[in-house]
């Protein structure tokens, strides 16, 4: 059972980038899946989820309508769209799940906003 992150980098203020976690192991669509990021010294915060199927999805306020969290169940991979990024937005960025009430992380992904 995995998690894998990918995507990360160096951008520029208002610039955008895609996080891809792909996942092995498990029946990827029978799970919710969610987005987190941690800064060094801060604690990890939620970032954006979604349901199994795709249908529903929330966010933390300080990214909607700029983020958006996907999901191809046939591809076994989870997707997060950053636009308009801010340098606030620096952190580690992690897939998470849980299956069979065991929480499951990749290892993250880095990603720096500044010019």
């Known amino acids: 059972v995995q998690l894998v992150e990918s995507g990360g980098g160096l951008v520029q203020p208002g610039g955008s980038l895609r996080l891809s976690c792909a996942a092995s192991?498990?029946?990827?669509?029978?799970?919710?899946m969610s987005w987190y990021r941690q800064v060094p010294g801060k604690a990890r915060e939620f970032v954006s989820d979604i349901t199994g199927g795709g249908a529903r999805t929330s966010y933390r306020d300080s990214v909607k309508g700029r983020f958006t969290i996907s999901r191809d169940n046939a591809k076994n991979t989870l997707y997060l769209q950053m636009n308009s990024l801010k340098p606030e937005d620096t952190a580690v960025y992690y897939c998470?799940?849980?299956?069979?009430?065991?929480?499951?992380w990749g290892q993250g992904t880095l990603v720096t906003v500044s010019s």
């Open positions: 192991g498990f029946t990827f669509s029978d799970y919710a």
């Open positions: 998470k799940t849980i299956v069979r009430y065991r929480e499951l």
